[in-house]
């Protein structure tokens, strides 16, 4: 069964920084692309990063560009997301998607900016 | 890269039928798409990838109810014989190269 559990997520002061990880079962992992989509509260889902199923090519949505970091360890079958100057609007729930067209998603992380 | 369009909030009867629909921005006309479903209060759900073609492949478990067609940019899911628990919002997706792109999502509301 494919399962993917993502972990991490804390309440943060604003310019702080996280790790968000995600944990992958059922699958060849390394065989699938992976990106990290958030949903502000009361919002719609929002794609915030993804990476190729090498980790070779990495993407990143222009609002969280050179603050984020998408990485993976295809060993450990987990993917993770780095999160620096971490601000208001960063606040979400922070899921984990499987391949090009997120066919399997996570339960999600909750990732809360506030002072 | 593309821009993917939904009505924010549609609504119908139940047991009857809607459809709901994501267009596909100038120039994009022959993209892939996927539906995702989002009860309240659950993770988005997969729903199946429909192509310009209106070929679709759903996901695991998806209820016979659920279908896509197309038709030039427009992109459709119709859910028949509609249940309480079919209430959810409703998201499309798409890629492009090095970007993944959600559209704004319909409220659907089962009367």
């Known amino acids: 069964e494919v399962q993917v559990l993502e972990s991490g997520g804390k309440l943060v002061q604003p310019g702080g920084s996280l790790r968000l990880s995600c944990a992958a079962s059922g699958f060849t992992f390394s065989s699938y692309a992976m990106s990290w989509v958030r949903q502000a509260p009361g919002k719609g889902l929002e794609w915030v990063s993804g990476?190729?199923?090498?980790?070779?090519?990495?993407y990143y949505a222009d609002s969280v560009k050179g603050r984020f970091t998408i990485s993976r360890d295809n060993s450990k079958n987990t993917l993770y997301l780095y999160m620096d100057s971490l601000r208001a609007e960063d606040t979400a729930l922070y899921y984990c998607?499987?391949?090009?067209?997120?066919?399997?998603w996570g339960q999600g992380a909750l990732v809360t900016v506030s002072s | 890269q593309p821009v993917l369009t939904q009505s924010s909030s549609a609504s119908a009867s139940l047991g009857s039928s809607v459809k709901l629909t994501c267009t596909l921005s100038s120039g994009h006309n022959n993209y892939i798409i996927a539906w995702h479903q989002q009860q309240p209060g659950k993770a988005p759900r997969y729903l199946m990838k429909?192509?310009?073609?209106?070929?679709?492949n759903k996901g695991n478990g998806v209820p016979d109810r659920f279908s896509g067609s197309s038709s030039g940019a427009d992109r459709y899911l119709t859910i028949s014989n509609l249940q309480s628990e079919d209430e959810a919002d409703y998201y499309c997706e798409t890629w492009d190269s090095n970007t993944w792109v959600f559209g704004g999502g319909t409220k659907l509301t089962v009367l």
């Open positions: 990476v190729s199923g090498s980790g070779v090519y990495t």
């Open positions: 998607a499987r391949d090009y067209f997120s066919d399997y």
């Open positions: 429909l192509e310009g073609s209106g070929t679709y």
